[in-house]
């Protein structure tokens, strides 16, 4: 009699070890894709707001904003919308809304500024001050938003 109880308290304390470990498992899984959200906000920010800088720098040289550097705002925006599952991890609500309406302002903004440089291609000849305001009114806007990414990547949670 005394044996079953012993294999009845080894299985007990088996099961409680499996769940502990299991809880454990999970919650430094928790952990590490926490951490790693958070490098993917704050490198993609860091890449937008180099890029804008370098869109900044360029447009009075170059007269346009170049279509590569549009690219590389259009990907980093690609890898946070594809890993925006992971929002859940957050838990400040207000947070992830500023986050993702930053990133669809930034895509919002890149499409536009696309769509700005290809109607300047054909009215360049036509509207040459048109096409210059309409430029210079996306480079501040690009400049808001690296003010933005500032706050983004100041406001982010430690948890």
């Given at each position: 009699m005394e044996q079953t109880w012993h294999v009845v308290l080894g299985a007990v304390l088996a099961l409680f070890v499996s769940l502990a470990m299991e809880f454990l498992r999970l919650k430094i899984g928790d952990w590490r894709?926490?951490?790693?959200?958070?490098?993917?906000?704050k490198r993609e920010s860091d890449t937008i707001a180099?890029?804008?800088?370098?869109?900044?720098?360029?447009?009075?040289?170059?007269?346009?904003?170049?279509?590569?550097?549009?690219?590389?705002?259009?990907?980093?925006?690609?890898?946070?919308?594809s890993n925006r599952g992971w929002l859940f991890l957050l838990k400040q609500e207000s947070y992830r809304a500023q986050l993702v309406d930053f990133f669809q302002n930034v895509r919002s903004a890149c499409r536009e500024a696309r769509g700005?440089?290809?109607?300047?291609?054909?009215a360049q000849p036509q509207q040459p001050?048109?096409?210059?305001?309409?430029?210079?009114?996306?480079?501040?806007?690009?400049?808001?938003?690296?003010?933005?990414?500032?706050?983004?990547v100041s406001n982010l949670p430690k948890q």
């Open positions: 894709s926490k951490r790693l959200f958070r490098e993917l906000i180099r890029t804008i800088a370098q869109i900044t720098k360029d447009v009075p040289n170059l007269q346009y904003i170049p279509f590569g550097s549009l690219d590389d705002i259009d990907s980093a925006t690609f890898r946070f919308e700005n440089e290809q109607w300047a291609q054909s001050q048109q096409v210059r305001d309409r430029r210079n009114g996306f480079v501040a806007r690009f400049q808001n938003l690296v003010s933005q990414s500032q706050d983004i």
